[in-house]
Every structure is written in structure tokens, then in C-alpha cells.
């Protein structure tokens, strides 16, 4: 992803619209008793989007968003997505091919991941909560979710980026007796018409 003012401006504007959103909406909406909860998945996906440096602070912003939005412990959430968008954009400069299924996993395995550690957090950090086993259907829920909405927030985000984003062919190694094969069809230094001028 290349960085200029305007990209900037843009990736401010998204990070805004989508941590008021996970406040005034998507916290508000319950189904099957469990509400949406986005921005881990948003953290993926700028990780998937932009490399390991702009999910990181991505990330790290929209942790820091939401517990200053919330009534939880400020600060708590930060380094949880600050991993999250690292660990989606260190994926992305492996050179790995990023398709459908790939943003659908990485966004689900975000929200799990985010609220199993999340959890555990709160209850070491002497917080009032606890953990049970009922909370389970809730953390297979709001991964489901997490899923669900992946696709939408990919287009979303992919369309407000677009251009600024670096696309790069996929290259395939070619393997060794190919290159062996190629190197001796090239003719010896001397032997071509410029030997002749």
C-alpha cells in the first residue's frame, strides 16, 4: 500500500465510520443472543489489505477506539489488534495469494482469537467476569459473525483503498532443471551477431 495524504485521510475516515459503527450498531444488534462484533476482523483485514506495519497500527487504533468508545478497561483491546493486523499482514508479505475463503478464515479466526484473549485478560487482570462454558456458544457465534461479515467489510474497505493499493502478480520458483535446461540453450558469450560487428 503506498501512503500519501489522501491515503491517510482515507484510512482515518474508515477506522472513524467503522469504530462508530461496532458502537452504535453492530453492539446494539443481538442475534441468537450474541452481538456483531467487527473490528478484529476490520483490524485482518487492513492487515490482508496493507502489510504488517498498517495492521499493526490499524489495529492498534481500533483497539484503542473501542474501549474509549465502550465501558471497558481502556487499553485492554489495543495490543490484542495491534497482533491481530500484524499477524494478517505478515501473511500478505509472504507473497501468499489472498482470495475469498483466505479473508473469510482470517476474519473468523480474528474475532475467536480476539475474544478467547480478551477474556482471559479480564479475568487475570481481576476485572468482573468470569469465564464458563457457556460462554462457548457465544465465541462460536461471534466468530460466525465475524465470517458472515467479512466479505462486505473487504469490499468496503477494498473499495475506499483501491488506489492506493499495490497489486502484485503472483510468480511461481521455477524449478531447478528448467533453469539448468534454459541456461544451456544460451548461446556462449561471442557467438551472436554482435560477435560479427
Request: glycine share 12%; net charge negative.
Amino acid at each position: 500500500m503506498i501512503i500519501t495524504t489522501r491515503t491517510a485521510a482515507r484510512i482515518g475516515g474508515l477506522i472513524l465510520l467503522l469504530a462508530v459503527l461496532q458502537v452504535s450498531f453492530f453492539s446494539q444488534v443481538e442475534l441468537l443472543g450474541t452481538s456483531m462484533w467487527i473490528l478484529p476482523a476490520c483490524a485482518a483485514i487492513f492487515g490482508l489489505l496493507g502489510g504488517s506495519l498498517i495492521g499493526a497500527t490499524v489495529g492498534f487504533t481500533f483497539g484503542f477506539l473501542g474501549d474509549a468508545m465502550t465501558d471497558g478497561p481502556l487499553g485492554s483491546a489495543c495490543l490484542v489488534f495491534l497482533a491481530v493486523g500484524y499477524l494478517a499482514g505478515l501473511y500478505r508479505e509472504r507473497g501468499d495469494f489472498v482470495d475469498r475463503p483466505t479473508v473469510l478464515v482470517t476474519c473468523g479466526l480474528a474475532t475467536l482469537g480476539s475474544n478467547v484473549v480478551l477474556g482471559l485478560y479480564t479475568v487475570v487482570v481481576g476485572f468482573d467476569s468470569s469465564l464458563s462454558a457457556s460462554l462457548v456458544p457465544d465465541l462460536i457465534l461471534q466468530a460466525f459473525y465475524g465470517v458472515l461479515l467479512a466479505i462486505p467489510l473487504y469490499a468496503l474497505i477494498h473499495r475506499v483503498l483501491r488506489p492506493a493499493l499495490i497489486h502484485e502478480p503472483a510468480t511461481r520458483r521455477r524449478p531447478a532443471d528448467l533453469d539448468r535446461w534454459t541456461d544451456e540453450l544460451d548461446p556462449p558469450a561471442g557467438n551472436g551477431p554482435e560477435a560479427f560487428q
